[in-house]
């Protein structure tokens, strides 16, 4: 009897929930925005009136960049690429790594 009892409650809120899930969803509405406020403040006896705002540019004034145009010489890099002595020079030889898994031990 107690077991009836509960499936039916069960049972009956299952359907209550069903249903109002098949319901309709409210229509929602945007209100308006809000008025933006607007306050007028004056200055007070004894404080000084404040400057406008200037850009930063007029604040600290700067002389525009001048660029010079760069001009590339190949002479310089095929007289060293030809260049026997600087190359042996330069040169470095590669060193053989030795493996952890060779060597003594």
Not at 4 to 17: D, F, K, P, R
Not at 51 to 72: I, K
């Amino acid at each position: 009897m107690r077991r009836t009892e509960t499936l039916l409650i069960l049972g009956g809120l299952l359907i209550g929930l069903f249903l109002t899930g098949c319901a309709a969803p409210p229509e929602i509405t945007p209100a308006p925005p809000p008025p933006t406020p607007a306050a007028v403040v004056g200055i007070a006896e004894g404080e000084e009136e404040v400057p406008p705002v200037q850009a930063a540019a007029a604040r600290f004034p700067m002389p525009p960049l001048e660029l010079e145009p760069l001009t590339v010489n190949s002479d310089n890099c095929v007289a060293c690429h030809t260049d026997q002595e600087q190359l042996q020079e330069l040169a470095v030889e590669p060193e053989e790594e030795e493996h952890l898994s060779e060597g003594e031990g």
